[in-house]
């Protein structure tokens, strides 16, 4: 059988992170489950052949350009994929590939957006912090590895405004575990003020900071896996992919929306009688 890709979009907030795991849903186990019901993988198969993914998300992170590729029918389209995926993955694309291609290795890059509540914060003050991130650095303090090579190179990283949120965006080689999150957490202490720009180039001279001055991760739920960018493949959207994307997640948007105006009604409607408040 030939080798095909995918771009797989997903709610990360069901799943216990992308890779499998044992005894808990994850990404990956949807899309396994998926390809034993359309007959592509046997029951006792682990895997199917030439499988590999772009990479692996956490649980709660979303992903939008998420590829995994191996060795499918003609007939396995993002569509057919779709028919027994559950709502919150969806494949949307697809690309036929060589058959020696390897979604994790043969990635020339790697998209990372991260969705940042912060209302009060310098817009001005977050992009000097992350234009300090551009470069080949070590980034061993920046993330959850402690050993083996922890430099990688960051070709981009930018911030934008949009409402209430700041959205860094960074694309590189690769990308240690926790290290996007990390990003956010040192650009949001520069943005507010709680630190100078200085201390971006500290925590990227391993062994400079003091523990309790190493950025913690942010949230994984303002994550999204953007894209791992292959260019010599070509996808092709696939029209029903697409549109059930967008279906299922404008559905869960509106739902969003509703459950934080009830939040902010409850919060909202509270009262203190002024004789019980001490």
Not at 175 to 186: A, K, P
């Amino acid at each position: 059988m030939p080798r095909r890709a995918f771009r797989v979009a997903y709610d990360g907030r069901p799943f216990h992170g992308f890779q499998r795991q044992p005894s808990l849903p994850t990404v990956e186990d949807a899309l396994f489950d998926a390809l034993r019901d359309l007959g592509v993988l046997a029951d006792d198969a682990d895997k199917p052949p030439g499988y590999a993914a772009a990479g692996r998300t956490d649980a709660g992170v979303f992903g939008l350009g998420q590829t995994v590729a191996f060795d499918a029918p003609d007939w396995l389209t993002p569509r057919a994929f779709d028919g027994e995926l559950p709502a919150a993955v969806r494949a949307w694309a697809h690309a036929d590939a060589p058959t020696d291609f390897h979604a994790t290795h043969d990635a020339a890059s790697r998209a990372y957006e991260y969705h940042l509540f912060a209302p009060d914060a310098d817009l001005e003050l977050a992009r000097k912090a992350a234009e300090r991130l551009v470069g080949t650095h070590d980034f061993r303090d920046l993330s959850a590895v402690s050993s083996g090579n922890t430099t990688r190179t960051l070709t981009t990283a930018t911030v934008l405004r949009d409402g209430e949120f700041l959205v860094l965006r960074v694309r590189g080689d690769g990308f240690l575990h926790e290290l996007v999150r990390r990003l956010v957490s040192l650009v949001r202490a520069v943005a507010t003020g709680e630190v100078q720009p200085a201390r971006v180039d500290s925590a990227l001279t391993p062994g400079t900071l003091p523990d309790h001055e190493i950025p913690p991760p942010a949230p994984p739920g303002g994550l999204v896996f953007v894209e791992a960018a292959y260019p010599e493949l070509s996808f092709e959207p696939d029209g029903r992919g697409v549109e059930s994307v967008r279906e299922v997640f404008d559905d869960r948007a509106a739902r969003a929306t509703t459950r934080g105006r009830l939040c902010r009604r409850v919060a909202g409607g509270v009262a203190v009688d002024e004789d019980d408040s001490g």
